[in-house]
């Protein structure tokens, strides 16, 4: 069976950081704009966000251990994240990219870890290491709509911060990403 085939009775989820409103609705005008405008919609089926742990499957009738088990991985503090402009990772994606963070670097290599021991959750990044960011077009851009919008977005400003004191669960309905279930942090 290939790992990408979801069995009946199993949902798929990930994990992020999903800032709020007005950063929220700036990044999905700017999603809708390239929908607009470069034909590409694939980052319209989430809301914006920066993943924490790449896709997994869970059963569903077992939906109750899974918020326990995050629940247990809400002991951490609050942290500044700032945004600051534009990024690529050419030929297919263009993201808002956030400033250096260390506090984001450890949190997500804490959560990592405990998804891993506690949850026997493997893979949580791309085999190219993290890198944190939040993604306006990237499967369906095509190559010469990407250096098209790339040209307009690279040095485009988007200035923002706010206080990350939670995770998010997302889980896809089929069609899209949902946010789920919110963990707060507890300290």
Known sequence: MLDSVVKPAESRYFLAIIPPDPIQSEAQKIKVQFRDDFNSKGALRSPAHITLHMPFQWKEKK????????VQATNEEKFHLSFDGFGAFPPRTIFIKNKMSQDLMYFQERLARYAKRNMNLFNATHNRGYHPHMTVAFRDLKKDKFFEAWAEFEDKPFDHEFEVNSFWLLKHDGKRWNAYREFQFSE
């Open 63 to 70: 939906e109750d251990k899974l918020f326990s088990l995050l």
